[in-house]
């Protein structure tokens, strides 16, 4: 299957500071990724749709000016939390799929923020 | 909207069979998927359905009757190792695909 990296793997910032966090597809051209939350022993929330070179589709309830999507390549997706509070702390995870069938995962980026 | 229901958890001895059910109601309804994840890590795809009927891939197995927006993941022979949520996955395509996921079914497999 498909290659899905993420970066970085964790990180700990504090309050009222920004964080980005990097989607590489690296073998094949993603025109769409997702990003997702996940909080301790619960689901993935999917929070938006990362849509190449075009503005990305946000779940309702997820706040746009909050956590800004870039996804200015075939194999990049960035999301940035802004202003970062301590109940922002999660682990975010990117998907990059093909026709709808399989999702490809990259490996997650544990955000805590003190 | 959407939702998907599957039980919370489920606790089975090596060597068993289990199955894991998942009702859902979605509009633009695409198919059907499973993921496996244990704890600290990404999920893994296991399977997908947009057919109805049977799909095996070795000790896993999964089903889908869309008149019944019902699906089922069947786990054989079950090791140690597959301790670890399972989550059912709905995509639909509303001028778009989308992945929504259900809130995970724990399996314990008890030596």
């Known amino acids: 299957g498909a290659v899905v990296s993420q970066h970085p793997s964790w990180v700990i910032c504090k309050s009222g500071t920004s964080v980005k966090i990097e989607c590489r597809s690296l073998d094949f051209q993603a025109t769409t990724m997702f990003w997702y939350r996940q909080f301790p022993k619960q689901s993935l929330m999917l929070m938006a749709t990362?849509?190449?070179?075009?503005?990305?589709?946000?779940e309702q309830g997820v706040e746009k000016d909050k956590f800004l999507i870039n996804h200015a390549s075939l194999t990049l997706s960035t999301l940035t939390v802004t202003s970062a509070h301590p109940e922002d702390s999660s682990f975010y995870i990117c998907s990059s799929s093909g026709a709808g069938e399989e999702q490809y995962f990259g490996p997650g980026t544990r955000l805590t923020v003190t | 909207g959407q939702s998907l229901e599957q039980p919370s958890e489920v606790t089975a001895v090596e060597g068993a069979i289990v199955q894991i059910n998942c009702t859902y109601q979605t509009s633009g309804f695409y198919g059907l998927s499973w993921y496996q994840q244990h704890d600290g890590g990404a999920p893994t795809f296991l399977s997908y359905?947009?057919?109805?009927g049977l799909e095996e891939t070795g000790r896993f197995s999964s089903f889908l009757s869309r008149s019944d927006s019902y699906g089922y993941l069947l786990l054989q022979e079950l090791q140690m190792k597959d301790s670890a949520s399972y989550f059912c996955a709905v995509t639909r395509n509303t001028g778009g695909f989308k992945t929504i996921f259900g809130a995970g079914t724990r399996l314990f497999v008890k030596a």
């Open positions: 359905n947009a057919l109805d």
């Open positions: 990362s849509n190449e070179g075009s503005k990305a589709t946000y």
